[in-house]
Nanobody
Framework: QVQLAESGGGSVQTGGSLRLSCVIS????????GAWYRQAPGKERELVARITRGGVPREYAVSVKGRFTISRDNDKNRVDLQMDNLGPEDTAVYYCYTSAQGLDYWGQGTQVTVSA
């Protein structure tokens, strides 16, 4: 079993920054790649960024490339998402994701709201 706990969401104005953190607990030695997804009201959940188990970023959504940075600290069992130059289009619930032993694990989500 693996548990994910996100933190760092909140409300900011356009152009502001937030840093989301996802702490992984449980059988941490079994987890694989990590990722952040988001879901805006009325829209499907979409991939924001993903990172390998070794900490190499592998993919960013086109809409966030150059503004968001995903990172990983395996000593702290943490996957972070640094979000800069935020805009109203980034408003969503952000979810941390990982997989372990063939199973998918999701965090509970953290709300990010960006006002114009």
């Amino acid at each position: 079993q693996v548990q994910l706990a996100e933190s760092g969401g909140g409300s900011v104005q356009t152009g502001g920054s937030l840093r989301l953190s996802c702490v992984i607990s449980g059988k941490t030695w079994t987890v694989g790649p990590g990722a952040w997804y988001r879901q805006a009201p009325g829209k499907e959940r979409e991939l924001v960024a993903r990172i390998t188990r070794g900490g190499v970023p592998r993919e960013y959504a086109v809409s966030v490339k150059g503004r968001f940075t995903i990172s990983r600290d395996n000593d702290k069992n943490r996957v972070d998402l640094q979000m800069d130059n935020l805009g109203p289009e980034d408003t969503a619930v952000y979810y941390c994701y990982t997989s372990a032993q063939g199973l998918d694990y999701w965090g509970q989500g953290t709300q990010v709201t960006v006002s114009a």
